[in-house]
């Protein structure tokens, strides 16, 4: 009976201390920010955005595209005309062709915000990119400005994906705790 009671005695105290350990992170004043946002990677015309740096002697002969280097400087738009939508921002980064049997990008890029209400901010985020998927998801691995301590996930959908040119349009929805 005695061994019942201390039993119930620590489970009690092990709920009561999971109970203030979650009424103290939201006593720091931490919040939830959700983000939508339009990716440009622009690969035509006279200024892409997008640029290989360095490849596998394989790589042109990958059906993927294994081992290919590109970095980035990609608009982020409020909606997805990139023409016609509030510049947000850059996403500036790299991402490698990492699948060889599936065409997967690693994904290592800021989200820079240069207008509206985190100007001056960024988000870093990384993670496997399956361009094919319908949701991919990936890392909120930092950030800075309002975003210090950020962390998070982003969610990637394709927009539009132009076959001749190789031009892009992804939706991202961002969720940062900072």
């Known amino acids: ?5 201390a039993l119930l005695a620590i489970l009690v ?7 203030s350990e979650a009424a103290s992170s939201s006593a720091t004043g931490e919040k939830t920010t959700h983000i939508k946002l339009y990716w440009h990677d622009v690969v035509s015309g006279p200024s892409p955005t997008v640029v290989q740096v360095a ?25 997805p005309a990139l023409n016609s939508s509030r510049l947000l921002g850059r996403a500036q980064g790299t991402y490698i062709s990492a699948g060889k049997d599936d065409v997967s990008l690693f994904m290592s890029m800021n989200f820079v915000f240069t207008a509206g209400r985190y100007n001056g901010s960024t988000v870093a985020i990384m993670g496997r990119n399956a361009v094919f998927s319908a949701v991919r998801e990936m890392a909120v691995v930092g950030g800075t400005g309002v975003f210090r301590w950020a962390r998070g996930y982003a969610q990637a959908r394709t927009h539009t994906f132009d076959l001749k040119t190789g031009d892009a349009t992804v939706e991202y929805n961002v969720f940062i705790k900072h």
């Open 1 to 5: 009976m005695a061994a019942t009671a």
């Open 13 to 19: 105290l092990a709920g009561t201390a999971t109970h």
């Open 55 to 79: 490849h596998a002697a394989t790589t042109n002969a990958s059906k993927t595209g294994f081992g290919g280097v590109v970095v980035i400087d990609d608009p982020l738009t409020e909606g």
